[in-house]
């Protein structure tokens, strides 16, 4: 792919992707949400879930699971479509709150160091 996929192009490729391997499961399955449980609702298991990210890094041109995001800590549909447009849109991934605690706690370290060293 050329262009950066649009976040509505990365949700519909992993949605096509994931119907693409339950059919070859002979699995049919209606839309996709969000909250579909990658193994528990749909079935897919380890070796479904790295065809899936290896197709989709073919079409998508990233993999997120390199450095940004731990594979296991995708369990949802949402939580794969997420961690693609993490990869590809990092600017627009709001700062999580644990980011902003582990900020201000690094501020109070150096400001404790600075006091001692005075």
Request: hydrophobic letters at 40%; proline letters at 5%.
């Amino acid at each position: 792919m050329l262009t950066a996929p649009t976040p509505e192009q990365i949700q519909t490729a992993v949605h096509d992707k994931i119907r693409l391997v339950l059919a070859e499961h002979g699995k049919e399955v209606g839309p996709l949400s969000d909250a579909d449980k990658l193994n528990a609702t749909l079935g897919l298991d380890s070796l479904d879930l790295a065809t899936l990210v290896a197709e989709l890094e073919a079409e998508l041109g990233v993999d997120p699971f390199a450095k940004l995001v731990s594979i296991t800590s995708v369990r949802s549909v949402g939580d794969l479509v997420q961690a693609y447009k993490q990869a590809l849109y990092p600017e627009l991934q709001p700062q999580r709150q644990d980011d902003h605690a582990i900020a201000a706690a690094l501020d109070r370290a150096r400001e404790r160091r600075a006091r001692r060293e005075r």
